[in-house]
Every structure is written in structure tokens, then in C-alpha cells.
């Protein structure tokens, strides 16, 4: 045991250097006693960051951090961070790595030790780690600290619902967080709800990406029960945060893979924006906009559902993981499709282009049609689900339309989930322009089987070379077949209601002799 009496920094040190997770448990829950006792002295700033260091090490371990979890230690770690209710701007520099290394402690032991979540919420956390984000706002080089503020209050969230409604409603967090994802792309405004675009498409810093991310994750958590707005301020705060998404899809990240989760956790939070507010993610062209680069349609630039497009067709072809990957994307443009015609016609002109070539079945290729085609009969019923239901509202929920592009056996799943089976269509209303088939398709349509959705060259019939007797046994053997399967209840034969939902076929038969009833009788 250590002497309280003497600074055991010496002691500290060397035990850190030489630290290994197989010494004596108790061993390590000592020496973070020693760390933290050692923290609440006033001490040289270099030595204060090693022990944090030493600390945030040692704080992986849950089984370590049982005994330190206590309100005091708690509170030492947050006086270091700077966490308190003071508004004091951040002014020395040198305060800056203890700051970091202290909040960093803080993320361990909150996300490991339930203790310490429920001391967060005695401590009111939350609205210190707001405060601290607060006195940042127009700091420099402070990108690290916020970055921690942000991952704590991400943290919090998770495992608080409670501190999601303090943080939206009591501490302003939607528009401090909001303002905080802002300065990570240092965004300057054109217009309302159009910020000015980097014409040289230069990537953001490791360090803002990091820092857009965490704002990325916090939002999520605080904007998760956002699906309708309230008011017209709720709308303007969620225009705002959209606009701002806009610009970070058109960002690009240091690396391939950190634009690809800057990106994917820009979508995930646009799911929790209202989808009457999401009009924002296209933009009039104005004539200036000369770049080759940009995607215009019907006077409107679509820059953004490029790259949301181009996201998806990415997270398909990674083959894996859709369930996480895709489906947060496929969901978003499925409403974006619904809700807005413009946006809904410019992804059926990328997705869905008029057929031209239907000698291939439509799950065969490499468009993103035949990609997106195949998902309809993935094993995920999930992701089955999502990619069908996104064809579909590109078909304006026409079961004809669908049909075209897809084929009778890759849709009868979902039609059979919407009591389609029949024809018809959907519950949404769409505008009544038409379809305009290409000549090749029309001259091709005859020909092309409803049920693969290709064209077929005609097959000789092999029943047309039977006797009768021959056709007869052929029948009965089939249906006895039929009949040890649904015997065995292998398979239940099934029949389609007149409202085109699906029943089992004794039902549909009795239904049949019942009407043959009712008609002999009226005669």
C-alpha cells in the first residue's frame, strides 16, 4: 500500500509503464485508487494527462472500475474536464490535453460501469457536458474537446432515454448540437436553406470528420421520436439540420472509408427528420451552376440523391451486413420516392429506365435494377421487404408497373403481404402521368413470360404428343403428389380472395360451392 502522505507519482508512473491485465485484480483497482487520490492534488500538467492516460487504460476493464465509481471520483474526473456550471471561456491552451484526457476517462467508465450512469444522472451530466460544448462554440483548436463532449453526450443518450427528451427539451440541445455539426464543415450560407458549395471538393480534416461524426451520433439519439412536426419552429430547426445534411453527402472525408461513415451516419439521421422537411435536399439550379458535375432535373439540382444512390448501390455490392448497411438508406429514399414527385421521378429515370433489352430474366445483370431486383428474394425479410417496397413506390404502387420491371415471381411476395395478388394498387396517391414504353419493349411484350419477367423464345407444348389416357395419369399423378404434401402439411395449397389476398384453397372452394348455391337458388 502506497503512503497517502507521500506524492506517489514515481510509483504511478513505473506501474503504468509496466501495466499488464494479469496482475492481481485488486492490484489494478489499487493503483486507480492511487491515480485518482493522485489527481485531486495540484500537480505539474504533464504529469496530470499520464495519470489520465494510465486511467482511461486501465478503465477498459469493468471489473476494475466496480470500487472507483463513486460520486467523488466522478467529480474529480469532471472538475479536470472542465465539466461545471461556470461560463467561463476556455482560455489556457495548456489546460487543453488534460481537458481531452479527462473526458475520455469519463466515456470508459460511463460506458462500462452502470454505476456511473446512474451517478450521471445525480451529477446532471448532460447539461455540463452542454455548457462545456457551449464555451467551445467560438474557440480555436479546440476540436478535440468537443469531439469527447460530443462522444459522452452520444453515450448518454444511449443508455438514458430520459436525458434524450432533457437534452431536446429542457438543455436546447437540437440547436447547440446542430450548431456544433455546423462549424464542423465551417458552412457559409447563399441562401435560406442553401449553404455555398466547395467548388474545389477539398476533404475535410481527420479531426472535423471525427468531430462531424460524434455531432452525427448525438443528433440521432436527440431527433429519434422526431417523425412529425409540431410547429413551425420544430420545421425550421429541422430544414436547417437538413440542409446542413445536404452538405455533408456533398463532403468528402480523408479517406474512402471515413467519407463512407460520415456519410452513412448523415442518412441515418435524416431518417429521423420529418420527411415534409427533407423538400431541402434539392435545390433550384440557379445559372451559375456550370459544374459537369452536377445532376439537374426538371430545373432542380439532385446532387445529393447521386450520392445517396451511389451510397446504396455501394453498401449492395459490399454483399454483406445489409440489414445495418442498407436498409437505413433504401428506407430513407422509399420516403423521400413517396413524398416528393420530382425526387421520386429522378431516382425511377436513375433505377427504373425504360426497357429496352428483356431477353434477361430482370434479377440477372449488373444495374442497379437486376441488383435491387435480386433483393426481393433475399433470405432477410427485412431487406426483402424494404428493397420491394422501394420498387414499388417507384411504380407509383401500380402492380402492372412493377410487373414490368421485376416479374411475377420476384413481386409476389410483397403483393402477397399487401393483398395485391389480384392487380390494382396501392393506398397512396401518385399523379396520373403514364409510363412511355419503348418501341423494343411494346414489339416484345407478346413474347415475354409474366412470371420470369424476360423474354422467351416459344417451347414446344410436351402434352401436345400425349393420348388422353397418358394426359389423364400425368393429372392424377400430380394431384396425388399435391395431396401427400398438403397431408403431410409440407405445403398448404393456397387460392387468391376476389379482394386479392391469399387463403387456403379449401376455403376458397367452399366459397366457390356456396356461390353456386346462391346461384342455383336466385334461377
Same mark, same amino acid.
Given at each position: 500500500?502506497?503512503?497517502?502522505?507521500?506524492?506517489?507519482?514515481?510509483?504511478?508512473?513505473?506501474?503504468?509503464?509496466? $501495466?499488464?491485465?494479469?496482475?492481481?485484480?485488486?492490484?489494478? &483497482?489499487?493503483?486507480?485508487? #492511487?491515480? +485518482?487520490?493522485?489527481?485531486?492534488?495540484?500537480?505539474?500538467?504533464?504529469?496530470?494527462?499520464?495519470?489520465?492516460?494510465?486511467?482511461?487504460?486501465?478503465?477498459?476493464?469493468?471489473?476494475?472500475?466496480?470500487?472507483?465509481?463513486?460520486?467523488?471520483?466522478?467529480?474529480?474526473?469532471?472538475?479536470?474536464?472542465?465539466?461545471?456550471?461556470?461560463?467561463?471561456?476556455?482560455?489556457?491552451?495548456?489546460?487543453?490535453?488534460?481537458?481531452? #484526457?479527462?473526458?475520455?476517462?469519463?466515456?470508459?467508465?460511463?460506458?462500462?460501469?452502470?454505476?456511473?450512469? @446512474?451517478?450521471?444522472?445525480?451529477?446532471?451530466?448532460?447539461?455540463?457536458?452542454?455548457?462545456? +460544448?457551449?464555451?467551445?462554440?467560438? *474557440?480555436?483548436?479546440?476540436?478535440? $474537446?468537443?469531439?469527447?463532449?460530443?462522444?459522452?453526450?452520444?453515450?448518454?443518450?444511449? +443508455?438514458?432515454? /430520459?436525458?434524450?427528451?432533457?437534452?431536446?427539451?429542457?438543455?436546447?440541445?437540437?440547436?447547440?448540437?446542430?450548431?456544433?455539426?455546423?462549424?464542423?464543415?465551417?458552412?457559409?450560407?447563399?441562401?435560406?436553406?442553401?449553404?455555398?458549395?466547395?467548388?474545389?471538393?477539398?476533404?475535410?480534416?481527420? &479531426?472535423?470528420?471525427?468531430?462531424?461524426?460524434?455531432?452525427?451520433?448525438?443528433?440521432?439519439?436527440?431527433?429519434?421520436?422526431?417523425?412529425?412536426?409540431?410547429?413551425?419552429?420544430?420545421?425550421?430547426?429541422?430544414?436547417?439540420?437538413?440542409?446542413?445534411?445536404?452538405?455533408?453527402?456533398?463532403?468528402?472525408?480523408?479517406?474512402?472509408?471515413?467519407?463512407?461513415?460520415?456519410?452513412?451516419?448523415?442518412?441515418?439521421?435524416?431518417?429521423?427528420?420529418?420527411?415534409?422537411?427533407?423538400?431541402?435536399?434539392?435545390?433550384?439550379?440557379? &445559372?451559375?451552376?456550370? #459544374?459537369?458535375?452536377?445532376?439537374?432535373?426538371?430545373?432542380?439540382?439532385?446532387?445529393?440523391?447521386?450520392?445517396?444512390?451511389?451510397?446504396?448501390?455501394?453498401?449492395?455490392?459490399?454483399?454483406?451486413?445489409?440489414?445495418?448497411?442498407?436498409?437505413?438508406?433504401?428506407?430513407?429514399?422509399?420516403?423521400?420516392?413517396?413524398?416528393?414527385?420530382?425526387?421520386?421521378?429522378?431516382?425511377?429515370?436513375?433505377?427504373?429506365?425504360?426497357?429496352?433489352?428483356?431477353?434477361?430474366?430482370?434479377?440477372?445483370?449488373?444495374?442497379?435494377?437486376?441488383?435491387?431486383?435480386?433483393?426481393?428474394?433475399?433470405?432477410?425479410?427485412?431487406? @426483402? *421487404?424494404?428493397?420491394?417496397?422501394?420498387?414499388?413506390?417507384?411504380?407509383?404502387?401500380?402492380?402492372?408497373?412493377?410487373? !414490368?420491371?421485376?416479374?411475377?415471381?420476384?413481386?409476389?411476395?410483397? +403483393?402477397?403481404?399487401?393483398?395485391?395478388?389480384?392487380?390494382?394498387?396501392?393506398? =397512396?396517391?401518385?399523379?396520373? /402521368?403514364?409510363?412511355?414504353?419503348?418501341?423494343?419493349?411494346?414489339?416484345?411484350?407478346?413474347?415475354?413470360?409474366?412470371?420470369?419477367?424476360?423474354?422467351? #423464345?416459344?417451347?414446344? =407444348?410436351?402434352?401436345?404428343?400425349?393420348?388422353?389416357?397418358?394426359?389423364?395419369?400425368?393429372?392424377?399423378?400430380?394431384? =396425388?403428389?399435391? /395431396? !401427400?404434401?398438403?397431408?403431410?402439411?409440407?405445403?398448404?395449397?393456397?387460392?387468391?380472395?376476389?379482394?386479392?389476398?391469399?387463403?387456403?384453397?379449401?376455403?376458397?372452394?367452399? *366459397?366457390? *360451392?356456396?356461390?353456386e348455391q346462391t346461384s342455383s337458388d336466385s334461377d
Amino acid at each position: 500500500m502506497v503512503d497517502r502522505g507521500v506524492l506517489p507519482l514515481g510509483s504511478i508512473l513505473e506501474c503504468y509503464s509496466n $501495466i499488464s491485465f494479469s496482475l492481481p485484480l485488486h492490484h489494478v &483497482q489499487q493503483l486507480c485508487e #492511487e491515480i +485518482l487520490h493522485l489527481l485531486e492534488k495540484e500537480i505539474k500538467t504533464s504529469c496530470t494527462v499520464t495519470c489520465l492516460e494510465a486511467l482511461r487504460i486501465l478503465s477498459r476493464d469493468k471489473k476494475v472500475l466496480v470500487p472507483v465509481t463513486t460520486k467523488k471520483n466522478m467529480q474529480i474526473l469532471m472538475k479536470l474536464a472542465k465539466l461545471d456550471d461556470l461560463e467561463d471561456p476556455l482560455e489556457d491552451v495548456t489546460d487543453f490535453p488534460v481537458i481531452v #484526457e479527462a473526458l475520455k476517462c469519463l466515456c470508459n467508465i460511463v460506458f462500462n460501469s452502470p454505476a456511473a450512469q @446512474k451517478l450521471s444522472l445525480e451529477l446532471n451530466l448532460a447539461a455540463m457536458l452542454c455548457n462545456l +460544448l457551449k464555451k467551445c462554440k467560438d *474557440q480555436q483548436f479546440v476540436e478535440d $474537446i468537443k469531439c469527447f463532449d460530443l462522444r459522452l453526450l452520444f453515450l448518454l443518450s444511449l +443508455l438514458h432515454t /430520459d436525458i434524450r427528451s432533457q437534452l431536446r427539451y429542457d438543455l436546447q440541445g437540437l440547436p447547440l448540437l446542430t450548431q456544433a455539426l455546423e462549424s464542423a464543415f465551417s458552412i457559409k450560407w447563399t441562401d435560406k436553406y442553401i449553404t455555398a458549395e466547395d467548388q474545389e471538393m477539398s476533404p475535410l480534416s481527420v &479531426q472535423k470528420t471525427e468531430y462531424a461524426i460524434e455531432a452525427l451520433k448525438a443528433l440521432f439519439n436527440v431527433t429519434l421520436d422526431s417523425w412529425n412536426v409540431h410547429s413551425e419552429n420544430d420545421s425550421h430547426e429541422f430544414r436547417y439540420m437538413a440542409a446542413i445534411l445536404r452538405h455533408c453527402l456533398l463532403t468528402l472525408g480523408p479517406t474512402e472509408d471515413k467519407t463512407e461513415e460520415l456519410h452513412s451516419n448523415a442518412i441515418n439521421l435524416l431518417s429521423n427528420i420529418p420527411v415534409s422537411c427533407l423538400d431541402v435536399l434539392i435545390s433550384p439550379s440557379s &445559372q451559375e451552376d456550370t #459544374e459537369e458535375t452536377d445532376i439537374k432535373y426538371n430545373g432542380m439540382n439532385m446532387d445529393a440523391f447521386r450520392v445517396l444512390l451511389k451510397f446504396m448501390e455501394k453498401r449492395i455490392d459490399k454483399g454483406s451486413s445489409y440489414r445495418e448497411g442498407l436498409t437505413p438508406v433504401l428506407s430513407l429514399l422509399t420516403r423521400c420516392c413517396r413524398s416528393h414527385r420530382n425526387i421520386r421521378k429522378f431516382i425511377k429515370a436513375q433505377v427504373l429506365p425504360p426497357l429496352r433489352d428483356v431477353s434477361n430474366r430482370p434479377e440477372v445483370g449488373t444495374t442497379l435494377r437486376n441488383k435491387l431486383v435480386r433483393l426481393m428474394t433475399h433470405v432477410d425479410l427485412g431487406v @426483402k *421487404q424494404i428493397a420491394a417496397e422501394f420498387l414499388f413506390v417507384l411504380c407509383k404502387e401500380r402492380v402492372d408497373n412493377l410487373l !414490368k420491371y421485376t416479374g411475377y415471381g420476384n413481386a409476389a411476395g410483397l +403483393l402477397a403481404a399487401r393483398g395485391l395478388l389480384a392487380g390494382g394498387r396501392g393506398e =397512396n396517391w401518385y399523379s396520373d /402521368d403514364e409510363d412511355t414504353d419503348t418501341e423494343e419493349y411494346k414489339s416484345a411484350k407478346p413474347n415475354i413470360n409474366l412470371i420470369t419477367g424476360h423474354l422467351e #423464345e416459344p417451347m414446344p =407444348n410436351p402434352i401436345d404428343e400425349m393420348t388422353e389416357e397418358q394426359k389423364e395419369y400425368e393429372a392424377m399423378k400430380l394431384v =396425388n403428389m399435391f /395431396d !401427400k404434401l398438403s397431408r403431410d402439411k409440407v405445403i398448404t395449397p393456397m387460392g387468391v380472395r376476389p379482394d386479392g389476398t391469399m387463403t387456403p384453397l379449401e376455403e376458397v372452394a367452399c *366459397q366457390y *360451392q356456396r356461390n353456386e348455391q346462391t346461384s342455383s337458388d336466385s334461377d
